[in-house]
């Protein structure tokens, strides 16, 4: 059976996020499979705002930049993720003794946090995602956030301003989730038409693809693959996994919290699960195939269902999410895919 990289070579990357240090955090077997199986990464958590840059003069590159060194190589490419979101970004940034920072001082230290940040990797990053996560899952256009209360909803327009300024080489991409769907989907579209509008360079849409078992929304995204590449973009799946535990929350807000619940599969996943799952992976590739030529890259979040953060986000409990177990083992799903 040829790997996932050998078998989407002609179509699209297969990316993986990774969390912590390369070089200390991962085990043979699965520096093996990040190697074999995949083409592009991602840094899961260390190139958030909050990470790569927690105080306004100290940035932490050591983390990043030991993923990068393992990716060069291994000849993997590198997408960056992410430099401005309303999560896991460091107060500092909106504060000024005290009191909220006005407008021109959060402006001024975005752009210097995305010319530092850009600058570093120039040369090893082949994208980023420049805003994540900007539209309101409500009726609203644009999240309301402290990127909104202290600069405005232009704040959007102006991390693509900063990034296009300092990313010579890197290709700028908006990311976000359940923008498949028609709500988002709308205005993800006139977000990116305005940006573009303005002259600004948006070369790809990320669709995040955290989607529940049973639940994948294969006629929405027929739509909105050719919808967004019509836009001028490139269009990714940026996070991919299949939730196999019920859970409430749509979408992926990390701040959504839930209560512990029945913990049905901690023992094991059985075997007709693992089947159905395997069945709607395999449909999932069948349709980024169709579309392929709008598709650049397909990436999962987490390397196997040991490492997947649906274990504990929106609460505790084992999942089965990905493709390989949590001996690295493929499961029925890889598989299915390759056919
Ligand atoms: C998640 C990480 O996987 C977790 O380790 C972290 O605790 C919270 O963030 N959408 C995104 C990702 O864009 O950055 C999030 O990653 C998952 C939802």
């Not at 999410?321 to 299915?336: G, H, I, S, Y």
Request: glycine share 6%; proline share 6%.
């Amino acid at each position: 059976m040829p790997s996932l990289r050998e078998r989407f070579a002609d179509a699209f990357e297969i990316g993986v996020a990774l969390g912590g240090k390369l070089s200390k955090d991962y085990t043979p077997a699965e520096l093996e499979l990040i190697s074999t199986q995949f083409s592009n990464i991602t840094p899961e958590n260390c190139m958030k705002p909050a990470l790569i840059h927690p105080e306004e003069n100290r940035y932490d590159f050591a983390t990043p930049d030991d993923l990068v060194a393992f990716a060069r190589q291994y000849w993997l490419n590198v997408t960056g993720h992410c430099l401005v979101w309303h999560q896991q970004c460091p107060d500092w940034i909106f504060a000024d003794q005290g009191k909220p920072a006005p407008r021109d001082l959060v402006l001024q230290r975005t752009r210097q946090h995305i010319r530092q940040v850009l600058s570093w990797y120039r040369g090893a990053l082949q994208g980023i995602d420049v805003v994540n996560e900007a539209i309101d899952d409500g009726p609203g256009y644009i999240r309301k956030s402290k990127w909104t209360q202290c600069i405005g909803d232009d704040y959007v327009e102006m991390a693509f301003r900063f990034a296009a300024e300092f990313g010579e080489g890197i290709r700028l991409y908006y990311n976000d989730y359940s923008i498949e769907m028609p709500e988002k989907r709308e205005k993800a579209i006139r977000l990116v038409r305005d940006l573009k509008a303005k002259g600004l360079r948006v070369d790809g849409i990320g669709i995040q693809g955290h989607w529940m078992l049973d639940k994948v929304p294969f006629t929405e995204l027929d739509k909105a693959i050719p919808e967004f590449a019509a836009l001028g973009c490139k269009v990714m799946i940026t996070e991919l996994d299949l939730d196999m535990v019920r859970r409430e929350t749509s979408g992926a807000n990390p701040t959504a919290a839930e209560s512990a619940r029945d913990d049905p599969y901690v023992n094991g996943c059985p075997d007709a699960v693992l089947a159905r799952q395997a069945q709607q992976y395999g449909e999932l590739f069948h349709l980024f195939e169709r579309h392929q030529r709008h598709i650049t890259r397909v990436a999962f979040w987490g390397l196997h269902d040991g490492r997947s953060w649906l274990n504990s986000w929106p609460r505790k409990r084992t999942n089965h999410a990905l493709l390989f177990d949590r001996q690295c083992r493929p499961k029925p799903a890889v598989a299915a895919v390759v056919a």
